[in-house]
């Protein structure tokens, strides 16, 4: 995740035989090497690279084009914050719509609301949805009678569907931009889900009280977190009347930390503080409990250091 130059590579480390074969994401801000024990699968989709590595410490990875994209360690707290915030968030979360997220993680919590009637999932890569299904736990996500899953390209999907249908949306995405071997900037398929045209999709697509929530990169790299100041601006230019981004602490994720931009079309139509306690005893009660995501995180994870509330919001 986040825009680094990513470089996957499978070379033997002779001086550490026994730990095996090595990944490497190099990013111009750091590094991040994950000792692999071998490669567990490795194959080039019509739209990219798709290796499963294993580390002692994070379990298995998955990785996209060279960039990590979730661990079986710290995925819990992406995936839990991008699904739980929204879906708290909201009064009664009926219709959902999932865009990316492939290893169906945020799926699966979304699929934890009891409210939840019908989730659309739309994906660009059957391919990764089934090396998920092969490798990871919540691979099972897809069964849920309640999900129809859609393999398509997230922006067309949007253009097509119905006005005012949805009441959260997640766009859980990998990097709209990357590097190519010779460090010229490259677009990305999820580029796409970044532009303004899809924005106001988004926005058109939701009901009244519908609420957005979507990937944002890092604050800790400055060119990432000026392209998620424009997307907030972009998000309220459309139409939304809040949208604020929010933080996630993820140690395998370049600088050790994510961000989301959580959009409400109508925030005073939102949950109230004791209504998501009373939910989240009720998911615990049943067993449906969360790891990192908690009620307090409703607020907290908003809690930006200054100088990046300055530059998000401005004085
Ligand atoms: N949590 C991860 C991160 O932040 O890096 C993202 C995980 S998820 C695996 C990213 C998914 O976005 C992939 O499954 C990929 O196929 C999907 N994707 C990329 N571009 C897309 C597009 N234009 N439409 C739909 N899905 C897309």
Not at 11 to 35: D, N
Not at 117 to 137: A, P
Request: with cysteine; proline share 5%.
């Amino acid at each position: 995740c986040s825009a680094v130059k990513a470089i996957s590579s499978s070379t033997s480390m002779s001086a550490l035989p026994e730990v095996g074969e090595l990944f490497e994401e190099t990013g111009f801000y750091q590094s991040i090497r994950l000792f692999d024990e071998p490669p567990l699968f490795t194959k080039q989709s019509a739209f990219q690279r798709i290796e499963v590595v294993r580390s002692p410490y994070y379990g298995k990875v998955l990785v996209l084009d060279g960039v990590l994209q979730l661990t079986e360690k710290d995925a819990n707290a992406y995936n839990e914050m991008m699904a739980h915030l929204p879906m708290f968030q909201h009064r009664s979360p009926q219709r959902v719509l999932v865009i990316g997220g492939g290893d169906g993680y945020v799926l699966s919590e979304v699929l934890k609301h009891e409210s939840v009637l019908s989730v659309d999932h739309v994906d660009l890569d059957v391919e990764v949805i089934e090396t998920c299904r092969k490798f990871f736990s919540w691979g099972d996500a897809w069964k849920d009678p309640r999900v129809t899953l859609h393999i398509a390209d997230g922006a067309e999907f949007v253009r097509n569907a119905p006005t005012g249908y949805y009441d959260v949306i997640v766009q859980d995405s990998s990097d709209p931009w990357g590097w190519d071997e010779s460090g010229n900037m490259v677009e990305l398929p999820s580029k796409v889900l970044y532009a303004r045209e899809h924005f106001e999709n988004l926005h058109r697509i939701l009901g009244q009280d519908g609420i957005l929530n979507i990937q944002a990169e890092t604050l800790q790299i400055p060119s990432d977190f000026a392209g998620a100041t424009e997307w907030r601006q972009t998000l309220l230019d459309v139409g939304f009347s809040s949208s604020r981004y929010g933080s996630i602490l993820i140690s395998s994720y370049p600088t050790g930390q994510i961000g989301f931009l959580m959009s409400e079309k109508k925030p005073d139509l939102s949950t109230s503080p004791r209504d998501i306690q009373q939910r989240f005893a009720a998911l615990k009660m049943v067993g449906k409990s969360t790891s990192y995501y908690h009620p307090r995180l409703q607020v907290g994870a908003f809690d930006l250091p200054y100088w990046a509330e300055q530059q998000m919001y401005g004085d």
